[in-house]
T-cell receptor
Framework: GQNIDQPTEMTATEGAIVQINCTYQTSGFNGLFWYQQHAGEAPTFLSY????GLEEKGRFSSFLSRSKGYSYLLLKELQMKDSASYLCAVRDGDYKLSFGAGTTVTVRA | ETGVTQTPRHLVMGMTNKKSLKCEQHLGHNAMYWYKQSAKKPLELMFV???????ENNSVPSRFSPECPNSSHLFLHLHTLQPEDSALYLC?????????????FGEGSRLTVL
């Protein structure tokens, strides 16, 4: 089966930087996604990586190393509204999307 | 507003009841999905429909019965559920063949089985 690991919880201070790591072991690889999910709301798309390297989008960046089965999501200049769950998801060899359990980020003033 | 609408948002049912969850997407997508989200667990893929045809049934118990009458609508029919089926049920859609696989989610139907 697919194995996608990410930390359960992280806490950081407003204005700081937080890095959420994700490691994966899947049968094939066709891309990695990060989603944000606020409590009681739909998961929303943040980023997509299919090639190695860093993708930057405003305050959020995502990195991928396919040889290491590793990705991270970097959140800069944290704001209170960034408190949410962050989901790592891998599109495997059958093009199905498998998710990690999510990382709950709490931003404190 | 994600373009994917789920109803009802909350549902409480007894183990002998029959109810249905509804999902509608306004994005012109060709693939639709049901996921189960339980606390502290990864999203579990339940069913996938591509162009109205079921292409994935992830060993889901028969007390969950999906229906996809067209590419815009997806239902999940529920009967004789168990308390452990209590969870958030998320519907999602994607463009279909040839895309990156990005999913667009609805806000979910929170199901409580008594």
């Amino acid at each position: 089966g697919q194995n996608i690991d990410q930390p359960t919880e992280m806490t950081a201070t407003e204005g700081a930087i937080v890095q959420i790591n994700c490691t994966y072991q899947t049968s094939g690889f066709n891309g990695l996604f990060w989603y944000q999910q606020h409590a009681g709301e739909a998961p929303t798309f943040l980023s997509y990586n299919v090639l190695d390297g860093l993708e930057e989008k405003g305050r959020f960046s995502s990195f991928l190393s396919r040889s290491k089965g590793y990705s991270y999501l970097l959140l800069k200049e944290l704001q209170m509204k960034d408190s949410a769950s962050y989901l790592c998801a891998v599109r495997d060899g059958d093009y199905k999307l498998s998710f990690g359990a999510g990382t709950t980020v709490t931003v404190r003033a | 507003e994600t373009g994917v609408t789920q109803t009802p948002r909350h549902l409480v049912m007894g183990m002998t009841n029959k109810k249905s969850l509804k999902c509608e997407q306004h994005l012109g997508h060709n693939a639709m999905y049901w996921y189960k989200q339980s606390a502290k667990k990864p999203l579990e893929l339940m069913f996938v429909y591509n162009f109205k045809e079921q292409t994935e049934n992830n060993s889901v118990p028969s007390r969950f019965s999906p229906e996809c009458p067209n590419s815009s609508h997806l239902f999940l029919h529920l009967h004789t559920l168990q308390p452990e089926d209590s969870a958030l049920y998320l519907c999602a859609s994607s463009q279909g063949q040839g895309d990156t696989g990005e999913l667009f989610f609805g806000e979910g139907s929170r199901l409580t089985v008594l």
